[in-house]
Structures are given as C-alpha cells and as structure tokens.
C-alpha cells in the first residue's frame, strides 16, 4: 500500500480562521494515522490580494496547535528528483 499524502493550501489572502485550521487538522490526522506525510503548500497564484503577514500567521499558528507538516516551502524537498520519475500528462 501507498504512504498516504495530504496536503493543506492555504492562500494568504486574508488571516487564519477556524475553517482553515479545521482543514489543517483533518489532513493532518488522515496522514498520520498511517504514518502518512502532512504536507503544507502556500498558495501563490493571487499576489495581487497578498496580506503582508499573513504567511507567518499561517507558519505560526500551525506550529502553536501542535500540527507539524513533513514538507512545505520553508524546507528542503526530501524528494528533489520526484518530478523526474513522474509518468508524462497525457492531452
């Protein structure tokens, strides 16, 4: 069996709400309760509604409620040649 991978995307368009700590937590425990991966992927497809501080906040209140991601943008890719061993996308 595959080692579960899930992944929280916030967007720092705005600060950190219940919703999206409900979102962090669910992927978290689905992960690790298979010894899975958390991953964490800031979103940053809409610089233009960017809060200043938002991604700390993110960073922050992640860290303070105990829900440590495996991968995520401030640490090194654990799997540097992952993208090269990917099938091609079919069009």
């Known amino acids: ?6 992944r929280f995307a916030p967007s720092p368009t705005g600060y950190m709400h219940i919703g999206n700590l409900r979102t962090a937590l669910y992927a978290y425990l689905v992960a690790k309760k298979d010894d899975g991966d958390f991953i964490l992927r800031i979103e940053d497809t809409d610089q233009n509604r960017l809060v200043e501080g938002s991604v ?21 890719d654990p799997r ?3 993208r090269h061993r990917r099938k091609p996308r079919r069009r």
């Open 1 to 6: 069996m595959k080692k579960v991978r899930t």
């Open 56 to 76: 700390d906040i993110i960073y922050d209140t992640l860290n303070k409620v105990g829900l440590h991601y495996d991968e995520g943008p401030d640490r090194p």
């Open 80 to 82: 540097p040649d992952a």
